[in-house]
């Protein structure tokens, strides 16, 4: 086996459990790795610390175990184990009203690069590291040994997510089962998603809890959905109450699949309108005010490299927001990027605030939900981020 050494003095941060470690910090490899080799860490006196997925890149080795075992079924087997059962600790895996949530989260399972969703049996897999894609297979055969008649399919969709330098050849396909479609419930709403053509895995499942909260907001109130997706805030805000509700997105399939979630929750109704169209424009052009409006959108800065311009966007977007917003409003707003952290949220939203004039309160500090746990020796895991502001 491959064996990384480390520096000597760069040992502190593999002693406090983060999961990450970078180029700079190898003094040697006894070895030649390949990309997503397995490989055993060790410091500058050749005392074991840990075992990883080795990458040929600057972040060099993701942790799998600070104990040295065998990466085999076993440890598979226990890592899907131990991710599973926080989610009965959660509740998630008996509710009644709801059957999509997460099954492993990356760093926060322990399990560095490997995105798990389940949808009504269905399980969705992305790979964001060589080594996890290696062993893709292994950890469909444990899935289903560990879930039984709880999963019907498992399907890897991790040819967009693999780090572009790694010379992979990745398809997407199935590893388990053939189902490709699936309808879905959250808090006893339908929803239709698209786990192949789909953005990400299919759903925003991270939102589940903030499109919850949305519902005190909105009842007998005029809606703005922004960066809508699949329509999980309409379709929550349409059975709270309000009065219309408008979900904007620039993808086409995106506004086809919304319509398609409200016929189904809905039949037809004419108190929802589907625009497709840039969000910057729309808000710009239109000369409608809303009583609540959501700004959800995409990763606007995924590298440290464009966070200053990210900074701007969120600025940008957020004034746009305030402007649109009738005295007395209710504005949702987000960041996914990771980089972006919640302070410089929160000064990006009190920019766009001062710009704007608004006196603003902040009513609800938000973030990911529980089934995207945050590993407490890697808080780059934090990477949902939200406000829900009072806007006088």
């Known amino acids: 086996m491959t064996i990384l050494q480390l520096k000597k003095g760069k040992e502190k941060s593999i002693e406090r459990k983060h999961p990450w470690i970078f180029s700079g910090a190898i003094g040697q490899i006894k070895g030649q790795p390949e990309e997503g080799d397995t490989v055993r860490l060790e410091n500058h006196e050749g005392r074991f610390i840990a075992m990883g997925h080795y990458q040929k890149s600057s972040l060099a ?26 989610r009965q600790i959660c509740g998630l895996s008996q509710r009644a009203d709801t059957n999509v949530y997460r099954l492993v989260h990356g760093e926060g399972d322990g399990l560095p690069g490997l995105i798990l969703d389940y949808y009504n049996g269905l399980v969705v897999m992305q790979c964001h590291s060589v080594g996890m894609y290696n062993a893709r297979q292994i950890i ?10 709880k999963v019907h399919s498992i399907y890897d969709k991790s040819e967009g997510t693999i780090p572009f330098k790694a010379d992979t050849s990745a398809e997407n396909g199935f590893l388990y089962g053939q189902t490709d479609n699936s309808e879905v419930i959250e808090y006893g709403h339908r929803f239709l998603i698209e786990p192949v053509d789909g953005q990400k895995t299919g759903f925003f499942i991270d939102q589940r809890e903030n499109r919850k909260l949305l519902q005190q907001y909105v009842k007998d109130k005029k809606v703005l ?8 805030f309409s379709v929550f805000a349409l059975e709270a109450g309000a009065t219309h509700v408008t979900s904007v997105d620039s993808s086409a399939k995106a506004i086809a699949l919304v319509d398609k979630n409200i016929e189904l929750n809905f039949g037809k ?18 000369t409608e005010k809303y009583d609540v409006i959501i700004l959800d959108p995409p990763a606007y800065a995924k590298h440290n490299n464009a966070l200053d311009n990210a900074l701007k966007g969120y600025a940008r977007l957020n004034k746009k927001g305030f402007e649109a917003l009738n005295k007395g409003g209710i504005l949702f707003t987000f960041s996914c990027s990771q980089v972006v952290t919640k302070d410089d949220f929160r000064r990006a939203v009190f920019t766009a605030a001062a710009q704007s004039g608004k006196t603003v309160k902040i009513l609800h500090q938000l973030h990911q939900p529980e089934d995207h746990p945050i590993s407490i020796y890697h808080p780059e895991g934090e990477y949902l981020k939200g406000l829900v502001l009072y806007v006088e």
Not at 63 to 68: G, P, W
Not at 269 to 286: C, I, P, Q
Request: net charge negative.
């Open 140 to 149: 469909a055969d444990a899935l289903v040994k560990i879930l039984g008649d």
């Open 225 to 232: 959905n922004t960066f809508c997706y699949s329509g999980g």
């Open 61 to 86: 080795l993701r942790i799998l175990s600070f104990e040295e075992v065998a990466i085999d079924a076993a440890f598979w087997h226990h890592k899907l184990s131990a991710a599973i059962h926080t």
């Open 269 to 286: 109704t004419e108190k929802h309108l589907s625009v497709g169209n840039d969000v910057g424009a729309f808000l710009t052009n239109d």
